[in-house]
């Protein structure tokens, strides 16, 4: 998607929730959009320098905030020292002062309400609780707003980066232009299927595969390898299956990169929704064609026409409304109009001249990879350019290996495959990605020594990644954000349950304010010893689904301390991750009762002072509970436990119905009779605040 961002991801790389994003951005006129809504970039930038201009005006009532408090600690410093003097001349004066000054003490607490044992200490605390969030000398260094600006800019950057991603594939996986050599053959055009969730982009394929059996050309389909040919007449179009789940963006985008045509599936009945304004920003991004094939004609609410000027709007302009965009109403389930649409593909194709050079060095793009239990590492990919053979030694990304088998579409054997058409490799190392590009090289070792070259760059990249101060630091060092950080990395069979996966857990992610879910990494086969590694640089817990753990990733964890959790069903995943989340969250303390107690003798004591001999009757009380004590209906005192014995014992706390004794400084006149309420900070369990999904 050139130039588009979607709000959730734009929301992620500035740390913040998607809703204080929407908040930004409806403050910039912005409302009509949902977490899940793509912006363009420059409405990215305005949102960003937005929240910058919120935390340069942070800093500044900050700085204010604080200035406010130096000026009251100067004071109330002068005042004390005023204070001081003065105790100082009267020390000099006769001796019962101490006695006066310590009476006095608690009087003094005490006529403001609060009869505390020791005001002193508990002043104490208070400063203490307080003290972090006047975060003053943070932001007296001017390096942190220096920061957010750099990372301002980085974002700038990250999404110019994202932009060109979406255009080019690497030059050897591109068509050929230029001059057309002689001995040049004619390839297939490839046909991306983009669309909405259930617009009917799988029963699409399925039945324009129906329309070969049809023909009496299919050799019947063994196995799905991710791509598929139609025969019509003497021509083919070669289909590419594009994953149909909503967070798919990144293999959709790959799906219209490598695709010379894009049909759009719009359901006539539900017309134009969010992933068919995303299909178009890809087909765009890659300038590649659209044909429109409006779907389920067959439906009673089906009105083609609507779509058609909904359509409009993304200048998409269909030949009867004056533009030069074909759209073909088509029912796939019927499979009204099949015929039409694929002649369309062809017209459309025709015009791009598509050639490809059979001579040349070989190369392939990746259109699907993944782990297969009995065969490893399996990927189906495009040929492009000249020849694949099974022996050869081929690189792509970091996988390498030598091909042990080739299976055409329909998973039959083959010795080569020649340009234009898909194949399903087997023998790589490792799974690669959906978007790389194949290449043949001269042997093992040479595979080798560019993996490794190729895998050094890229762990020094995520390496750097995690390295770098976020902004997300930023804000909670302003404490406007209190999130914790859940960092994860998936490892999967396929990348279609990474990307469940993935979108499952941003879901979960939605749903908690406090726990912010950051998937670090993302990769499909067993998690091995560089996932570890990575997973120590980046703090992360490691998630294997329907995955293995290598022996040494095994040995490495332990030594490294990683956890790494492996799981088959994706229920456990996100029941499990939910549990951690709610783990990570502070605790919450509330006052309560924690029982009773009933004077049953005071002791008093010299020098140690009074003590009152208490059954507890229900409950418990602990060392610094605050207690209430009641005679008949009076209450008498109000405060603290500051002494707490089992006989001669300090203890910590005492369970009813055991006696102990109890005294405070601040009381000494017990009675026997008297009933005591104790009253403390208890950790209660914390209410679950996770919003139901959308
Ligand atoms: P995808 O998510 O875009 O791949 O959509 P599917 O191909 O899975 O189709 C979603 C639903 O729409 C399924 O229940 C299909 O049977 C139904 N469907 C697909 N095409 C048509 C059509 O032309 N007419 C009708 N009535 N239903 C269709």
Known sequence: MANQVRIFQLAKKLGLRSEA????????????????????????????????????????????????????????????????????????????????????????????????????????????????????????????????????????????????????????????????????????????????????????????????????????????????????????????????????????????????????????????????????????????????????????????????????????????????????????????????????????????????????????????????????????????????????????????GRIRRLNDWRGKSVKSMGPGHPVEVIGLSDVPQAGQVMTAVDGIKQARELVASRSEVLRDQAMGGSARASLKDLYRELGELTTKDLNLMLKADVWGSVQALESALMELDERLEEVDINIISTGVGEVNESDVLLAVASNCIILGFRVGIGGAAERTSETEHVEIRTYDIIYEVLDDIQAAMLGMLDPVYEERVTGHGRVMRVFRISRIGVIAGTLITDGYVQRGSQMTVTRGREKIFEGKVESLKHFEQDVRRIESPNECGISTNAFRGWEEGDEIEFVAEVEVPRQTTFKSAR
């Open 21 to 400: 994003l929407l908040k930004v951005l409806a403050d910039l006129g912005l409302e009509d959009v949902s977490a899940a809504s793509s912006i363009d970039i420059a409405t990215a930038r305005a949102a960003a320098e937005l929240l910058a201009e919120q935390a340069r005006e942070a800093r500044k009532r900050a700085e204010e905030e604080a200035e406010e408090e130096r000026v009251r600690a100067e004071e109330e410093a002068t005042v004390a020292a005023a204070a001081a003097t003065a105790a100082e001349a009267e020390a000099e004066a006769p001796v019962e002062t101490e006695e006066v000054a310590a009476a006095e003490e608690p009087v003094e607490v005490g006529s403001e309400g609060e009869a505390e044992a020791a005001p002193g200490e508990t002043e104490a605390e208070e400063e203490e609780e307080e003290a972090p969030q006047r975060w003053v000398p943070a932001w007296a260094a001017p390096e942190s707003l220096r920061s957010l600006e750099e990372q301002l800019a980085e974002l700038e950057v990250e999404l110019e980066e994202e932009e060109e991603a979406y255009v080019p594939l690497p030059e050897e996986a591109r068509r050929p232009r230029g001059e057309r050599p002689e001995h040049a053959v004619d390839v297939p055009p490839v046909v991306s299927v983009l669309g909405h969730v259930d617009h009917g982009k799988t029963t699409l394929l399925d039945a324009l595969r129906e329309t070969d059996v049809v023909a009496g050309e299919s050799g019947g389909i063994t196995q799905h390898i991710g791509a598929s040919e139609v025969q019509v007449g003497d021509q083919t179009i070669v289909f590419v299956d594009t994953p149909g789940h909503a967070a798919f963006t990144q293999m959709r985008a790959r799906g219209g990169q490598v695709a010379d045509i894009v049909v759009l599936v719009v359901a006539a009945d539900d017309g134009v929704m969010p992933q068919t304004i995303e299909a178009i920003g890809h087909a765009k991004a890659a300038g590649v064609p659209i044909i429109v094939a409006i779907n389920k004609t067959d439906m009673p609410g089906a009105d083609p026409d609507r779509v058609k000027q909904a359509l409009l709007e993304y200048e998409l302009v269909a030949e009867d409304f004056g533009g030069d965009t074909i759209m073909v109403p088509v029912s796939a389930l019927r499979g009204d109009n099949l015929d039409t649409l694929l002649e369309m593909i062809l017209l459309v194709a025709e015009v791009q001249e598509l050639w490809a050079d059979p001579n040349a060095a070989f190369a392939g793009v990746v259109v699907e990879a993944g782990m297969d239990e009995s065969r490893g590492p399996v990927a189906t990919i495009l040929v492009r350019n000249g020849e694949v053979k099974v022996g050869d030694v081929v690189v792509c990304g970091t996988a390498q």
